[in-house]
């Protein structure tokens, strides 16, 4: 029987992770953060009082094992004047299913059996959660979104209303072999499922270890100058009893004029491992898992998975 697998998070970093993940015999399941309030998604959220889409539908073009061009369509954004205008495919799709089956996650279930994927995909919540931002100077910001493009430091996150936590999700936690916190925004895509009661107390309960992929490099306002151990002990500190006690944090060098051209432009810098300031409970996991796609750093997704597959060995 394969080993049980759940991953909880939300963005890029996420669908990355689980693009590699699905080429291993694992039995995987994908938590996703449902916060987001911006582009397609906001527009959505707003006219159909829903649950963000945006990250689900990139999870799910992860997990699809059908045609490429699959994936391409759903994450295919319209450029166009009309009310089309900056609305994924996917999107729509996941809109008109959660319309037509009654709620989110039966959408998202109809879907998945369509695309064949090689997993389960669970919104953390049905909810129309709105995440609250209090920065660094005590000025309080509403919205994912606005979080994100505030230029201030993040000095914590929550929920306006605490949601319902999805009920099949925290079984799945309940039944897992790993949890993964997937590499992404600590403070819009990975914490938000921390600061859930339930999801930290059935962590506390669950047999798994928890790992955490880190980051490669630090994201402005929420990491700034931040190490492999600063990014657990971030986490650690939304996390309840039970913490990170294994890391898998990249050792590989980055191509200094990308280096530059994120430090410069997005204002992001290599995350440094410094396992010297680790606790020594920690299990570290390091490779070079630098990936270059179109001028982007990305985690070598076969390679991750690969050692995330042989740690459970």
Same mark, same amino acid.
């Given at each position: 029987m394969n080993k049980k697998v759940v991953v909880l998070g939300g963005g890029t970093g996420l669908s990355t992770?689980?693009? &590699?993940?699905? @080429?291993?015999?694992?039995?995987?399941?994908?938590?996703?953060?449902v916060c987001d309030d911006g582009g397609s998604t906001g527009v959505l959220r707003k006219e159909f009082n829903m649950s963000a889409v945006g990250d689900i539908r990139k999870v799910i073009a992860a997990l699809s094992t059908t045609e490429p061009l699959i994936e391409e369509l759903l994450n295919y954004r319209f450029e166009t004047t009309s009310d089309l205008n900056n609305h994924t495919i996917g999107n729509l799709l996941l809109t008109a299913l959660t319309n037509i /089956? &009654?709620?989110l996650s039966d959408g998202i279930e109809s879907l998945s059996n369509v695309l064949n994927l090689k997993g389960k995909v669970l919104p953390l919540t049905e909810d129309d959660v709105v995440l609250m931002g209090k920065m660094e100077d005590g000025t309080i910001v509403e919205g994912e979104h606005n979080i994100t @493009?505030?230029?201030r430091k993040i000095k914590d996150v929550y929920y306006k209303e605490l949601p319902i936590v999805n009920p099949?999700?925290?079984?799945?936690?309940? @039944?897992?072999?790993l949890i993964i916190l997937s590499m992404g925004s600590?403070? /819009?895509s990975i914490v938000p499922n921390l600061i859930c009661p339930e999801i930290r107390k059935v962590l506390d309960k669950s047999k798994a270890k928890i790992m955490y992929v880190c980051n490669m490099t630090t994201q402005p306002g929420e990491t700034d100058e931040f190490k492999v151990s600063d990014h657990i002990n971030l986490l650690n500190k939304y996390l309840g009893e039970k913490k990170i006690s294994m890391v898998v944090a990249n050792n590989g060098r980055i191509d200094p004029e990308i280096a530059l051209k994120y430090s /410069?432009? @997005?204002q992001k810098d290599p995350v440094r491992l410094d396992p010297e300031n680790i606790d020594s409970s920690v299990n570290i996991i390091s490779s070079n898992f630098v990936s270059i796609e179109n001028n982007v750093i990305r985690h070598n997704a076969i390679k991750l998975s690969s050692y995330i597959f042989m740690s459970m060995l």
């Open positions: 992770m689980l693009r &590699g993940l699905k @080429e291993f015999p694992l039995d995987i399941t994908a938590i996703v953060s /089956t &009654g709620n @493009e505030d230029k099949v999700a925290l079984n799945a936690i309940k @039944e897992a072999d600590l403070f /819009t /410069t432009l @997005e």
